[in-house]
């Protein structure tokens, strides 16, 4: 894996060394990141973890026969998000049937491809604004993830770098300082909402809204009080995201 982030690698040598993934799997995609690094993409484990352990197991659920993996947000399907993003929906296939030369894996599924666009567009994407501040990291989980990143995202907000993620992942990216808060969904907005995120970053880090709608003033408090994974209901998606959005901005100011 030469030339690769370290800790990249690493991640790449944990997946093959524990049997989840076969070791030409590791190689084929060690060799897609390497090119698209030297294509001019910053590939690190900060901006290509997600990516990585996606193509990764996305080519295994294939060699396996095991369906791809359904998000069941209730938010636009990955495939309309990524009409903006046409680069990164022609990389994705592009992969796809390289893959398949290379490892005579079946045809990727369409939500394979979709998901695997979704990650290469938030690799094109810059980790900082025009004027050079760094960027609050926020991630999104749970039912709705990408609705909120969609409700995010839409605000235009300057600072603000927002992407769709799994609990696991998050978790590690919060706990290494690659990532700043959390925005986790589910239907009540209640502990499942914020996954296993309690557990891993403790109590103290966490705060569930349920289905209430907090002030401006609240939520500037909680921020205050060094909150950074947040859980809300679905229908609260709307009015709940932008406050906290537009909070996390006003603090980073």
């Known amino acids: 894996m030469r030339g690769l982030d370290d800790q990249l690698a690493l991640r790449i040598r944990l997946f093959r060394d524990s049997g989840r993934v076969r070791p030409d799997v590791a190689d084929f995609v060690a060799a897609e990141l390497a090119a698209l690094a030297a294509d001019g993409r910053t590939v690190t484990e900060e901006t290509a973890g997600m990516l990585t352990s996606h193509l990764l197991m996305a080519l295994t659920r294939s060699l396996d026969g095991v369906p791809a993996e359904r998000s069941p947000s209730p938010g636009p399907p990955p495939a309309e998000e990524l009409r903006a993003h046409p680069e990164a929906v022609h990389r994705a296939h592009a992969i796809a049937a390289r893959a398949a030369a290379a490892l005579g894996t079946p045809p990727l599924p369409p939500d394979e491809i979709d998901f695997l666009g979704l990650h290469l567009a938030v690799l094109a994407r810059t ?9 609050a990291k926020i991630l999104t989980g749970g039912v709705g993830r990408t609705e909120v990143a969609r409700t995010v995202g839409g605000l235009g907000i300057a600072g603000l770098d927002v992407a769709v993620c799994n609990d696991m992942d998050a978790a590690v990216l919060l706990r290494s300082g690659q990532a700043d808060f959390f925005l986790g969904t589910c239907h009540t907005g209640a502990g499942a909402s914020l996954g296993v995120l309690v557990g891993l970053l403790g109590r103290p880090a966490c705060h569930t809204f349920g289905r209430g709608e907090p002030t401006e003033e609240e939520v500037a408090g909680l921020l205050a009080q060094g909150k950074t994974v947040f859980g809300f209901s679905l229908d609260r998606i709307d009015t ?14």
């Open 127 to 135: 980790a900082t604004d025009k004027a050079g501040t760094a960027m």
């Open 240 to 253: 709940v995201a932008p406050r906290l959005a537009r909070a996390i901005a006003a603090a980073r100011a």
